[in-house]
């Protein structure tokens, strides 16, 4: 059987939930990284090579630039970590990447995710477009599931 051409999915389809409930108006989200430490380690007597050990994970902030709107939601969440600490106020946080037909082909799960930080947005007086508001989300892991029936 042949090659078969795989196209790349488009950025632009995408939406977020915030523990179940689909938020509409989320412009850019960033930040869906990991990383492994890297620690070197040289053995007694071996001289000539550095040994390469994996230590501590780590996930990136994710970053949500979303429309202003009405919607006080996200900045009530900051304000009670604010008041009340991270602790009790951490979130699913559910990314889903869709294709052209708007069906899910990709679901990254962001694990105990809290507000740490809340951009207002900024204002322009001879500006037309949208006033943007950014949320930076601190979590502890991530989890991607593929969705086989969409590549067929």
């Keep these: 059987m042949a090659n078969a051409r795989v196209d790349p999915f488009p950025r632009y389809n995408f939406l977020v939930e915030?523990?179940?409930?689909?938020?509409?108006?989320?412009?850019?989200?960033?930040?869906?990284?990991?990383?492994?430490?890297?620690?070197?380690?040289?053995?007694?007597?071996?001289?000539?090579?550095?040994?390469?050990?994996?230590?501590?994970?780590?996930?990136?902030?994710?970053?949500?630039?979303?429309?202003?709107?009405?919607?006080?939601?996200i900045w009530e969440w900051r304000q009670r970590v604010k008041r009340e600490g991270a602790q009790g106020n951490r979130k699913a946080i559910t990314i889903i990447q869709q294709n052209e037909a708007r069906e899910e082909v990709k679901r990254w799960l962001v694990l105990d995710a809290w507000p740490s930080k809340f951009t207002a947005p900024e204002f322009d007086a001879s500006s037309s477009e949208n006033a943007l508001e950014s949320v930076e989300l601190q979590h502890e892991g991530l989890q991607l599931t593929v969705r086989p029936a969409a590549f067929s």
């Design 18 to 73: 915030i523990d179940g409930i689909r938020r509409a108006g989320f412009m850019t989200c960033s930040g869906l990284e990991e990383e492994t430490e890297v620690r070197e380690y040289r053995g007694g007597g071996d001289n000539t090579t550095v040994r390469k050990l994996a230590g501590l994970n780590s996930y990136a902030p994710i970053v949500l630039e979303m429309g202003s709107t009405a919607d006080g939601e």
